[in-house]
């Protein structure tokens, strides 16, 4: 995806990485500061999903990345299978060098429940959450219903999906 397919958004009321990370992109044309891992969050929505979960107390690029590194070391990034891991498996894959959230424990709780919930009502993609949706609102609720996704988390979704390339809010 080009800056040129992108319309940009007002994030007039956000602070932080991720807006770092777009305003990146439209003078770069990347969001983490690397291509490859654009396209990462870009095919998979489960990792566009996670890296959202996990662009808390750290900073945003590697949170974002945090996924294809799970990903790297399970395999796979299939909820449902994360959802059947042992809690303390899991753990151990967040907390392996270098650790994928520097809150290794609770990331790896939080993405386990995340799989479980995904599994359960959405078919274990995280893109059947917005596929649908006529709306943002109606994303946002769902977004809100997901462990580690409070009001502010759920209204950084509009861009995540936006600038990701997952529907077009412009």
Same mark, same amino acid.
């Given at each position: 995806?080009?800056?040129?397919?992108? $319309?940009? %958004?007002?994030?007039? =009321? %956000?602070?932080?990485?991720?807006?770092?990370?777009? @305003?990146?992109?439209?003078?770069?044309?990347?969001?983490?500061?690397?291509?490859?891992? @654009?396209? &990462? *969050?870009?095919?998979?929505? =489960?990792?566009?999903? %996670?890296? %959202?979960? &996990? @662009?808390? $107390?750290?900073?945003?690029?590697?949170?974002?990345?945090?996924?294809? $590194?799970?990903?790297?070391? *399970?395999?796979?990034?299939?909820?449902?299978?994360?959802?059947?891991?042992? *809690?303390?498996?899991?753990?151990?894959?967040?907390?392996?060098?270098?650790?994928?959230?520097?809150? /290794? =424990?609770?990331?790896?709780?939080?993405?386990?429940?995340?799989?479980?919930? !995904?599994?359960?009502?959405?078919?274990?993609?995280?893109? =059947?959450?917005?596929?649908?949706?006529?709306?943002?609102? /109606?994303?946002?609720?769902?977004?809100? $219903? !997901?462990?580690? &996704?409070?009001?502010?988390?759920?209204?950084? *979704?509009?861009?995540?999906?936006?600038?990701?390339? &997952?529907?077009?809010?412009?």
């Amino acid at each position: 995806m080009s800056i040129a397919h992108v $319309r940009p %958004l007002d994030w007039g =009321n %956000l602070e932080g990485g991720l807006v770092r990370m777009m @305003d990146r992109f439209l003078r770069e044309g990347t969001m983490t500061g690397d291509l490859e891992a @654009d396209e &990462y *969050l870009r095919r998979n929505a =489960n990792a566009a999903l %996670l890296g %959202l979960l &996990y @662009d808390q $107390r750290m900073r945003a690029e590697p949170a974002f990345m945090g996924p294809q $590194r799970l990903e790297e070391r *399970l395999g796979h990034l299939d909820m449902r299978r994360i959802a059947e891991m042992d *809690l303390e498996d899991l753990r151990a894959v967040f907390a392996a060098k270098p650790a994928i959230h520097r809150f /290794t =424990n609770r990331m790896a709780e939080m993405t386990h429940q995340i799989a479980r919930v !995904l599994t359960e009502e959405y078919a274990g993609d995280a893109a =059947n959450i917005w596929k649908d949706a006529p709306d943002f609102e /109606t994303i946002r609720a769902r977004a809100l $219903r !997901l462990p580690g &996704y409070g009001p502010q988390k759920a209204d950084k *979704l509009r861009f995540v999906l936006h600038y990701f390339g &997952y529907r077009d809010f412009a």
